[in-house]
């Protein structure tokens, strides 16, 4: 079994990351199967992940969130979805949540999406000039700052 979970891998060798996640899926069925007396063991367990390639996103210069800025103006959807990461430094799953029922008296505060239902972690974080100058002149939504043409909460 462990050799043909490991050829069933290797035939998606050209797609590292989707290989990667079948034998994590594997990997459940057979943690199931096994603590419920479906199988002996778990044969995906001793197969290992391909090696991630490349580099990650690339992170944009200082040059590049000008050339951004210049490009998309103060009022905008796109200078608010990068004012807000950039000065608070929150996930985009964050980001999408954050709206002005979370800003009183100069700062933000949030419980973060991560792990919110194991360890939540809540954060303040003060609103920084720049940031309320782009949130002030831009149309929000009630409870999304930023929200679609039908004026709904962008999805993560």
Do not use: C
């Amino acid at each position: 079994m462990f050799a043909h979970v490991r050829w069933m891998r290797d035939e998606m060798a050209n797609r590292p990351e989707a290989a990667n996640g079948f034998v994590k899926a594997l990997r459940h069925i057979y943690a199931f199967a096994v603590e419920y007396g479906l199988a002996q063991r778990n044969p995906a367990r001793d197969v290992p992940h391909f090696k991630a390639k490349g580099n990650g996103f690339h992170s944009w210069t200082m040059e590049e969130v000008r050339r951004f800025e210049q490009h998309h103006p103060v009022g905008s959807k796109p200078r608010l979805a990068l004012a807000l990461k950039l000065y608070t430094g929150q996930r985009r799953s964050d980001i999408v949540r954050l709206g002005p029922q979370h800003n009183k008296d100069g700062w933000i505060t949030l419980t973060e999406a991560k792990n919110r239902d194991r360890k939540p972690v809540t954060l303040s974080i003060p609103v920084l000039p720049e940031l309320k100058v782009v949130i002030d002149a831009t149309p929000t939504g009630n409870l999304a700052f930023l929200v679609t043409a039908f004026s709904k909460p962008f999805t993560v």
